[in-house]
T-cell receptor
Framework: DAKTTQPPSMDCAEGRAANLPCNHSTISGNEYVYWYRQIHSQGPQYIIHGLKNNETNEMASLIITEDRKSSTLILPHATLRDTAVYYCIVRGSQGNLIFGKGTKLSVKP | DAGVIQSPRHEVTEMGQEVTLRCKPISGHDYLFWYRQTMMRGLELLIYFNNNVPIDDSGMPEDRFSAKMPNASFSTLKIQPSEPRDSAVYFC????????????FGPGTRLLVL
């Protein structure tokens, strides 16, 4: 079973920041938080991952709370092409990716 | 880099027929994963290989499913005989290492068993 809890759906206005929350209250010290997304009819795509520090790359930012029990993926300026299902995954260094149901993000004009 | 390549992209077959799905991982990647995605069950890991050796096949649904990786650049997932409940999108993914590295997914094969 997935170790994370995400809202099933969210809306965001185009050009605005999209903030996607994820709860992972049972995360252990050596487990990473990964985010993937799946655009309709395509394979999942890696976005970002982190252990305890906040991370940023060209796609998004990942904010992990100090107790590591939750995190937020931030898409700073959402576009229509960011409409997708976003998966938050907790994974150990030797573990497999276990995909839950994710959050369906709809970016609206 | 061409990314992970899967073929065919679409397959329609009749119940009882043998189905073979193919995957070419990204060059240099030493892990290969097969997933299945359905509306009911979401995205499930079926089996994965490390350096062409199957490591964990606990997700393979039953003996009708088999997977091979004869070399570092090719893998197959075979269903024999196929059944309507096998209808799904099958994804192949590859990665370099398993310790924190990311997986790159192929475009998937959409299988419909009539």
């Amino acid at each position: 079973d997935a170790k994370t809890t995400q809202p099933p759906s969210m809306d965001c206005a185009e050009g605005r920041a999209a903030n996607l929350p994820c709860n992972h209250s049972t995360i252990s010290g050596n487990e990473y938080v990964y985010w993937y997304r799946q655009i309709h009819s395509q394979g999942p795509q890696y976005i970002i991952h982190g252990l305890k520090n906040n991370e940023t790359n060209e796609m998004a930012s990942l904010i992990i709370t100090e107790d590591r029990k939750s995190s937020t993926l931030i898409l700073p300026h959402a576009t229509l092409r960011d409409t997708a299902v976003y998966y938050c995954i907790v994974r150990g260094s030797q573990g497999n990716l276990i995909f839950g149901k994710g959050t369906k993000l709809s970016v609206k004009p | 880099d061409a990314g992970v390549i899967q073929s065919p992209r679409h397959e329609v077959t009749e119940m009882g027929q043998e189905v073979t799905l193919r995957c070419k991982p990204i060059s240099g990647h030493d892990y290969l994963f097969w997933y299945r995605q359905t509306m009911m069950r979401g995205l499930e890991l079926l089996i994965y290989f490390n350096n062409n050796v199957p490591i964990d096949d606990s997700g393979m649904p039953e003996d009708r499913f088999s997977a091979k990786m004869p070399n570092a650049s090719f893998s197959t997932l075979k269903i024999q005989p196929s059944e309507p409940r096998d209808s799904a999108v099958y994804f192949c993914a590859s990665s370099y290492g398993q310790g924190g590295e990311t997986q790159y997914f192929g475009p998937g094969t959409r299988l419909l068993v009539l």
